[in-house]
């Protein structure tokens, strides 16, 4: 059985920090799309950033980038987004979801081509 366990959500005030884990059981990494979503209150879930686990490849939301880095450990099982620089904006339930197949580049942004998701963490950011 696929599980997708996220971590590492909170509390924090603008221009703070934090890094998400999604830790995975039931599959290894060897070839996967890895994604983070968010969805704040009354907005639609918005893809933040992908990792291709076959070779490595990244993108990130124009909101985002410069201030979130993904990354994974296959030999954990564990992707990571870590989150500099936050703003009120960010406020949201961030979710990981996987798709077998490394070769997301394209599409990653699209949820309903996924797998597999976590519960979600929250991350809220006061002003």
């Known amino acids: 059985e696929v599980q997708l366990v996220e971590s590492g959500g909170g509390l924090v005030q603008a221009g703070g920090s934090l890094r998400l884990s999604c830790a995975a059981s039931?599959?290894?990494?060897?070839?996967?799309?890895l994604g983070w979503f968010r969805q704040a209150p009354g907005k639609e879930r918005e893809g933040v950033s992908y990792?291709?686990?076959?070779?490595?490849?990244?993108d990130y939301a124009d909101s985002v980038k410069g201030r979130f880095t993904i990354s994974s450990d296959n030999a954990k099982n564990t992707v990571y987004l870590q989150m500099n620089s936050l703003k009120p904006e960010d406020t949201a339930v961030y979710s990981c979801?996987?798709?077998?197949?490394?070769?997301?580049?394209?599409?990653?942004?699209?949820?309903?081509?996924?797998?597999?998701w976590g519960q979600g963490t929250q991350v809220t950011v006061s002003s």
């Open positions: 979801a996987a798709h077998r197949g490394g070769d997301g580049s394209h599409w990653w942004t699209r949820p309903g081509l996924y797998d597999d």
């Open positions: 039931g599959f290894t990494f060897d070839d996967y799309t």
């Open positions: 990792i291709s686990t076959r070779d490595g490849s990244t």
